[in-house]
C-alpha cells in the first residue's frame, strides 16, 4: 500500500513540476510575442493596453536574464524566437527626428528638440540584447549562428539613427560582440570598412561616424606590431580618405585618435598620413582647416626629418597660405607651429628651401597685416627666421618680390589648368561614346561664382544680382 501510493505520489510531482516547466515556456514566447508586435507611437491615444502590456513584457524579460537558471532553461533554448523579436526590433525604418547643432549659449533661444516616441520601447530590446551577449550562458557557439553578414550590415545602418543614446547602446553592443566572439571579429571589420567605404564616396554623411571610429580606436590599440598588410591597407584607403568628407569636423576627434594609434605602431605611415592631409586639404572651410592643422603638427613630430624632404614645397606652401590668408583663427593656429623645436629643426634642416617660401611673406604680413596682436607675433617670428640664419634671411628678401609673393600659387595655377584639360578632355570623350550625356554644372569653373552654389550666400547674392538688373 505504501508502496504504490509513494509511486503514484511521486509520478503526480513530476507531472506538476513538467506542468509548471510548460507553462513557463509558454508564458515566455508569449511574452516575445507580444514584444514583436508593432503600434503607432506617434498617437498617444492608440493601442494604450497594448503599448503598456509591451512594456511590461520587456521589463519581464530584463528580470529574466538575472536569473541564470531561467536564462539556460527558457532563453538560450528559444535563441531562435528570442533573435526573431530582437531583430524585428532593432530592424526598422530610422525616425526622422530633427536634432539641433546649437546649443542655447549661441542662439540665446530655447531649442525644442524632437524625441521619438517609440524609443522607450526599443532601448528595453536593447538593454536586454546587451545584457544577453554579455551572459556566460549565451556562449560563442550558440550566438555565433545569428551573427551573420546581413546581421552586421543591419546593425550598422542603424548608427546613422539622430538618437544618441541609441547610438551609445549600438556601440556597446557592437563591442561586446566583436570581443566575444573572435570568429566573427574579420567580418565585422570587412563591414565596418564598407560602412565607411559608403560615407567617404557617395553620402557623405554618417551620425554614427564617432561611434564607429571609437569601436576601431579600441581594435586597433590591439594590433600586433608589425602591421598585418590588411590593416596597412585598411589605413590608407579608409582612415586617410576619411579627411576629405565633407563632416569630417563631427568625427574629427575620433579619426585623429585612430590616425595617430596607427602611427604609434608604425611610424612609416606617418608619411602617408602627411600626404594625404596636403592633397585633401579644406576649401573655404575654417574650421576644418584649423583641425587639419592641429594634425599636420602632431603628424609632423612622428615623422623623421630626412623622410620629409620630397613633401618640403607642398607642406610649406600650406603653411605660408594659412598665415597670409583672411581668417584670423586658421592664422594663428599656423603661427603655432613655429612654437614647436620639432618643426623648427625642419625649417633649419631644409631652410634653402623653406626660407625663399616664408621670409617674403612674413617681412610683408610684418608691416602691413590688419590686426595688431597677429602683427606681433609676425615681428616675432620675423626675428627668429632672421637668428636662425641672417645670411639666408637676408638672399630671400632679395629675390624678386613679385616671384616671391607668388611662389607656390603659380604653380597651383598650372596644375590646375593641367586638371582642367584633363576634365574638358574626359567630357568630350563621354560626349562621342554615350548618348544624352550632359557635362556636370562644375560650380568652380572660371565661368562661375561660388556664391551662387552656396546656400549660405544665396539670398545676399540673389539681392545684389537683383539690385544689378
Known sequence: MHSGKGYRSGKKGSSSKSGKSKNMKELFNKKLQICMKAYDYKDETKDVKGKSERLSAINELQNLLQDQKSVQQLIIPNLDTVMEMVEKNFFRPLPNIK???????????????????SWPHVQGIYEFFLQLIINEAADVKSLKVYVTPQFVQGFLQ?????????????????????????????????????????????????????????????????????????????????????????????????????????????????????????KYWPFANCVKETLFLTELQEVLEVCEVEKIEPLIPKLFIRIVKCIGGTHLQVADRAMCF????????????????????????????????????????????????????????????????????????????????????????????????????????????????????????????????????
Open 99 to 117: 536634432k539641433s547643432n546649437l546649443a542655447f549659449s549661441e542662439t540665446g533661444i530655447e531649442q525644442e528638440e524632437e524625441v521619438d516616441p
Open 158 to 278: 542603424l548608427f546613422d539613427t539622430e538618437e544618441g543614446v541609441e547610438r551609445d547602446y549600438l556601440k556597446n553592443i557592437l563591442h561586446k560582440l566583436y570581443a566575444k566572439l573572435v570568429p566573427r571579429r574579420k567580418m565585422i571589420r570587412k563591414a565596418i570598412n564598407e560602412c565607411f567605404f559608403t560615407l567617404i564616396h557617395e553620402t557623405h554623411k554618417f551620425n554614427g561616424a564617432a561611434e564607429l571610429l571609437d569601436i576601431l580606436a579600441s581594435i586597433i590599440s590591439g594590433f600586433a606590431v608589425p602591421l598585418r598588410e590588411e590593416h596597412v591597407v585598411f589605413f590608407k584607403n579608409v582612415i586617410i580618405p576619411l579627411h576629405k568628407v565633407q563632416t569630417c569636423a563631427e568625427f574629427f576627434e575620433q579619426l585623429l585618435r585612430c590616425s595617430m594609434l596607427f602611427l604609434t605602431k608604425d611610424r612609416n605611415l606617418a608619411i602617408p598620413l602627411l600626404e594625404g592631409l596636403l
Open 338 to 469: 613655429f612654437e614647436n623645436d620639432y618643426f623648427l629643426s625642419i625649417l633649419r634642416t631644409y631652410k634653402d628651401q623653406t626660407f625663399p617660401m616664408l621670409v617674403p611673406t612674413i617681412v610683408n604680413l610684418a608691416e602691413n597685416h590688419w590686426h595688431k596682436i597677429l602683427q606681433e607675433s609676425l615681428v616675432a617670428l620675423k626675428t627668429i627666421l632672421k637668428e636662425i640664419d641672417s645670411f639666408a634671411f637676408d638672399d630671400a628678401l632679395k629675390q624678386d618680390s613679385k616671384s616671391s609673393e607668388n611662389f607656390g600659387l603659380k604653380q597651383s595655377s598650372e596644375h590646375r589648368e593641367t586638371m582642367d584639360k584633363k576634365w574638358e578632355k574626359l567630357d568630350r570623350t563621354l560626349k562621342s561614346t554615350q548618348a544624352g550625356y550632359k557635362a556636370p554644372d562644375i560650380p568652380f569653373s572660371s565661368s562661375k561664382l561660388i556664391m551662387e552654389y552656396n546656400s549660405l550666400y544665396r539670398k545676399v547674392y540673389d539681392k545684389e544680382k537683383f539690385m544689378n538688373q
